[in-house]
């Protein structure tokens, strides 16, 4: 039996962009690998619907310091 690795195009820090907000898992309803592929797992062949991802917190940017006037 061989094995291999594949990275999704879609996913992007988790989040499938192809399934808008949803959590990239390979072979759910939507993605491109649904009903193409046999994965080593059986409750990952099982037809599943996506799952909402959660929005990451928004970073803050630290404050801009005040700008300098020159004298001249």
Same mark, same amino acid.
Do not use: I, T, Y
């Given at each position: %039996?061989?094995?291999?690795?594949?990275? +999704?195009?879609? !996913? *992007? !820090?988790?989040? +499938?962009?192809?399934?808008?907000?949803?959590? +990239?898992?390979?072979? %759910?309803?939507? +993605?491109? *690998?649904?009903?193409?592929?046999? #994965?080593?797992?059986?409750? %990952?062949? *099982?037809?599943?619907?996506?799952?909402?991802?959660?929005?990451?917190?928004?970073?803050?940017?630290?404050?801009?310091?005040?700008?300098?006037? *020159?004298? #001249?």
């Amino acid at each position: %039996m061989s094995s291999g690795a594949w990275s +999704c195009p879609h !996913d *992007l !820090d988790g989040v +499938c962009q192809r399934v808008q907000g949803a959590v +990239c898992e390979p072979g %759910m309803r939507g +993605c491109v *690998l649904e009903g193409k592929v046999r #994965f080593a797992r059986e409750e %990952m062949n *099982l037809p599943r619907k996506p799952v909402k991802a959660v929005a990451a917190p928004a970073e803050k940017k630290p404050a801009q310091p005040p700008k300098r006037r *020159l004298p #001249f």
